[in-house]
Every structure is written in C-alpha cells, then in structure tokens.
C-alpha cells in the first residue's frame, strides 16, 4: 500500500484529499505547517508528497528545495496561484507536477496514480534518475549537463561544468590553480593558471548571490580554491 504525506494548512482541504486518497487505498499522513510536514517527509519514507504551495512558517517552495536535497519521490505542488511564475519556480525546485485550486478530488487521486505508476516504471525498469548534486539551492545535473540555482537555470561551458563539477564532488579540500588546471583541462599548468582564476570568476558570477562575499567556491589566498558545504 502506497504511502502519502499531505503537506497542507486548510483542514477542510486536507481531510477532503485524505478521504478521496484512502477510498483509493492509499496510506496517507496529514501536516498542517511546512516545518513539520519537512521533518516528517525527512524521517520516514513516503512515496509521494502532496505539497500546498502557501504555508505558515516555510513556504511550499522552501520545503520543496530542502526535501530535494536527499529524497526523489514525486513531489505534486498545490496552490492556489496560477501565475506561470509560481509553476515554473515549482518545477524548477524539482516538483513533478502542479495542480491549481480549486480541483476536483478526483483529478488529484488520479495525478497521484499517475505519478507513482511513472515513479514505479522508472525505478523498476533499472533506469536511473539523473545523477545530481544539490548544496544550498545550487544543483548540478550531471547526466543532462545543467546548473540551476534556486531553480534558475545557467548557462555554462563545458569547462565551467566540469570545473564546478569536480569542486563540489570534492567539498572542503583545498586545490591549488596548478592541481586544478591538471585535473579539468588534463595538461601542465604552465604559464596557463590564469585560465582557472578567469574560469572561477565566471562560475562565480553565476551561481553567488555576492560575488565579493562567495558562499560555494572560497579563495583560499596563497593556495587556492575550497568548495564550502
């Protein structure tokens, strides 16, 4: 039996969604406010989050980008704003799909349904999910070769990526220009370090909110670059 979190803050509409989920067969827990219904989608294991856009405390699209970073089960965000904005921040925070209130009961279970039979197929069938990294809104697709931050996405060069890359799969270790040319562009660094140093701004400029102030990629002066987690 297949397991649903409700994240939701209007009781009439959770109780009407966890009624027309459990006529369905569907196991199903409610949570009325973004900071509980986060905890409890962290600690035990669901197979779909069904996730109101407009919560007291953290918002829809906070708990979205937090649950992202260690779970991949379908997310399906609800809200009552239809602006094209709002859905495309949603899916870009990794949401699955986005239904606008008002909705009919039926449309939602249906939605489930579909959802978990596409989650099943593609875990079943052996495909994998692309191969992501996700630290503090940045999130690197390594299989599809995309950056995006807090659900923007940039565009980077092939060096750039790879660059990127590499840094945030070796967090907290501190490489020189020289190592870090080796390693990236495959060739002595020799009279060629400056690439790395203009490489590092670029990155910069597209992925800090501060580039004086970095929170991602440090300059660790006399040595060289540190990815911060």
């Not at 966890?18 to 962290?42: I, M, N, P, Q, R």
């Not at 790879?162 to 270790?173: I, K, Y």
């Not at 501190?174 to 060739?187: A, D, P, T």
Request: hydrophobic fraction near 40%.
């Amino acid at each position: 039996m297949s397991k649903v979190l409700i994240i939701e803050d209007e009781e009439s509409i959770a109780d009407l969604e966890k009624d027309y989920l459990e006529l369905s067969d569907f196991t199903v827990t409610v949570c009325g406010d973004g900071e509980s219904g986060l905890e409890t989608a962290l600690k035990e294991d669901f197979d779909l989050v069904i996730l109101d856009l407009m919560l007291p405390g953290l918002d829809g699209f906070e708990v979205c980008r937090r649950l992202r970073e260690s779970k991949d089960i379908p997310v399906l965000m609800v809200s009552a704003k239809k602006d094209d904005i709002d859905k495309i921040r949603g899916l870009g925070l990794g949401a699955d799909d986005y239904i606008t209130k008002p909705f009919s009961p039926s449309e939602l279970v249906a939605r489930v349904k579909a959802h978990l039979a596409r989650y099943e197929r593609l875990v079943g069938s052996g495909t994998k999910p692309n191969e992501t990294i996700e630290i503090r809104g940045l999130k690197i697709d390594k299989t599809a070769r995309r950056v995006t931050i807090d659900g923007v996405e940039k565009n980077f060069t092939t060096k750039e990526f790879d660059l990127l890359t590499f840094l945030a799969e070796n967090p907290n270790h501190v490489y020189s220009k020289e190592e870090l040319f080796r390693k990236i562009w495959n060739m002595d660094s020799v009279g060629d370090i400056a690439t790395v140093t203009v490489h590092i701004k670029k990155i910069r400029e597209k992925i800090e909110a501060d580039t004086s102030n970095p929170q991602y990629i440090e300059t660790i002066w006399g040595v060289g670059y540190r990815f911060r987690v």
